[in-house]
T-cell receptor, first 113, second 114 residues
Framework: GENVEQHPSTLSVQEGDSAVIKCTYS??????FPWYKQELGKGPQLIID?????GEKKDQRIAVTLNKTAKHFSLHITETQPEDSAVYFC????????????FGSGTRLQVQP | NAGVTQTPKFQVLKTGQSMTLQCAQD?????MYWYRQDPGMGLRLIYY???????DKGEVPNGYNVSRLNKREFSLRLESAAPSQTSVYFC?????????????FGSGTQLSVL
């Protein structure tokens, strides 16, 4: 099955700095890569996603890049704000008709004011 | 619009006890899921239901059973709870949107098995 590794497990940045979280996946058949944000006491929420036929996608201060050859993808947050503090999860899914995301282990991002 | 509602929010069980976690969604989604979240291990899929009347095992199904009661409701049952089942449980439903299947999660059930 698919295996998704996520780094770092914790990340602390100053407000206004950029943050980068990286994930690698094992199965070259995976072709959908979403990122979820989980705030304290809540369930995860989708923030951005990308399919394998696209190399980069941006949505305001967040962007995701995908390198299919190297089987890794990254989340970039620019001009970080205290409300970006949360746990972020990457995930991968194979388009086999059997819907099942495999999640990474999560990154706790702390933005220091 | 409530989205995905899970009950209870907290539960403490003794080893060997049974309980059912309830989940309901009001978004008319076909697919529903149960995940567990453990420190350092992300979210792992227990069971999912692609549509009313169907269920499939996920990555960690042992010790659990599920019922897709109707399109809205998907319950998770622990028949004989074990300390290894101490975890936070999330129910989710999904819809195909944009690049792929977008999951909507409930707020979770924190379960402790003593």
């Amino acid at each position: 099955g698919e295996n998704v590794e996520q780094h770092p497990s914790t990340l602390s940045v100053q407000e206004g700095d950029s943050a980068v979280i990286k994930c690698t996946y094992s199965d070259s058949a995976s072709n959908y890569f979403p990122w979820y944000k989980q705030e304290l006491g809540k369930g995860p929420q989708l923030i951005i996603d990308i399919r394998s036929n696209v190399g980069e996608k941006k949505d305001q201060r967040i962007a995701v890049t995908l390198n299919k050859t190297a089987k890794h993808f990254s989340l970039h947050i620019t001009e970080t704000q205290p409300e970006d503090s949360a746990v972020y999860f990457c995930a991968a899914e194979m388009d086999t008709g059997r819907r099942a995301l495999t999640f990474g282990s999560g990154t706790r991002l702390q933005v220091q004011p | 619009n409530a989205g995905v509602t899970q009950t209870p929010k907290f539960q403490v069980l003794k080893t060997g006890q049974s309980m059912t976690l309830q989940c309901a969604q009001d978004m008319n989604h076909n697919s529903m899921y149960w995940y567990r979240q453990d420190p350092g291990m992300g979210l792992r899929l227990i069971y999912y239901s692609a549509s009313e009347g169907t269920t499939d095992k996920g990555e960690v199904p042992n010790g659990y059973n599920v019922s897709r009661l109707n399109k809205r409701e998907f319950s998770l049952r622990l028949e004989s709870a074990a300390p290894s089942q101490t975890s936070v449980y999330f129910c989710a439903s999904s819809v195909l949107q944009g690049a792929g299947e977008k999951l909507f999660f409930g707020s979770g059930t924190q379960l402790s098995v003593l």
